[in-house]
């Protein structure tokens, strides 16, 4: 919310002091006000996680990429030592069992960096998904709040009830991003 939208709430909420008959218009637009800004804040700290989760994630795939390319270049090296002529073959062995150790655990480590790297890559996904219920569901209420302002520009309460049916959706939509697994 604005600093001048903030003020002109001020104002009708002055306004509506003086009219008995709309101070719960008044007060439904300091509600919506509030929920409003949690929304909002729900919203940016969810944006957030995701970001970092989309960073975390991104350094688990380059740790997996710099393992299959060690991977790679060891099993090149196996190779070579295989087609070569050797001086001392016990010693290639020794060599080539070792390389063929190496190899074994950078496949167990690869399939574990790559699982964990998956995971890390749903997280962002429902982060987003929760992010686009709290920006929607922001919209919303704000909406809700500036048609509920209409209501003490115009007096008519009809702009009450169509700013709290907007609001009520909002709010619905802000908390379906909790239910989101």
């Known amino acids: ?19 008995k008959s709309l101070r719960p218009v008044s007060f439904t637009m300091s509600v919506l006000a509030v929920l409003v800004a949690i929304t909002t804040v729900l919203g940016h700290r969810t944006h957030t996680e ?70 890390l890559e749903s997280e962002v996904r429902r982060s987003e998904r929760h992010a686009n ?5 922001e919209a919303l209420l704000e909406i809700g709040l500036v048609i509920t302002s209409i209501t003490l520009l115009t007096r008519q309460r009809v702009y009450w009830g169509i700013g709290m049916g907007f609001a009520a959706a909002g709010f619905g939509i802000a908390a379906w991003a909790f239910l989101i697994r």
Do not use: C
């Open 1 to 19: 919310m604005e600093t001048n939208e903030a003020l002109e709430l001020k104002e009708q909420h002055e306004e509506a002091v003086k009219d």
């Open 50 to 119: 995701a970001v970092l989760s989309q960073a975390r994630a991104s350094d688990e795939w380059n740790l997996y990429q710099a393992k299959k390319i060690r991977q790679y270049n060891t099993e090149l090296t196996a190779d070579l030592l295989s087609a070569l002529p050797i001086r001392d073959q016990s010693a290639a062995n020794k060599v080539t069992d070792s390389y063929k150790a190496h190899l074994e655990k950078w496949n167990e480590d690869l399939a574990e960096e790559e699982k964990h790297a998956k995971e």
């Open 133 to 137: 219920r709290f920006d929607l569901g």
